[in-house]
């Protein structure tokens, strides 16, 4: 009889992200999407792919910004 036993199913923990975009954007997204025949959803996971999956545990430490990378438009004397 343990045969016909079911697996159990994992639980899968989500995080809901929201962002806001214009009336504009909103609407060249949607017929994107229209044409490609693909969903907003689907898109938009496409897109961020590399940055959600390659990054779970650990950033590699050349990725972190220094000091000098955020003085673009320093004035030199």
Do not use: D, W
């Not at 959803?41 to 390659?54: Q, S, W």
């Amino acid at each position: 009889m343990g045969k016909n036993k079911k697996r159990k199913c994992r639980n899968y923990h989500y995080h809901a992200i929201t962002f806001k975009l214009s009336a504009g954007q909103y609407r060249s997204l949607r017929n994107y999407c229209k044409a490609r025949k693909t969903t907003p959803i689907k898109l938009i996971k496409k897109n961020i792919a590399r940055f959600i999956t390659a990054y779970e545990y650990e950033v590699p430490q050349e990725l972190y910004l220094t000091e000098n990378q955020l003085n673009l438009f320093e004035e030199s004397l």
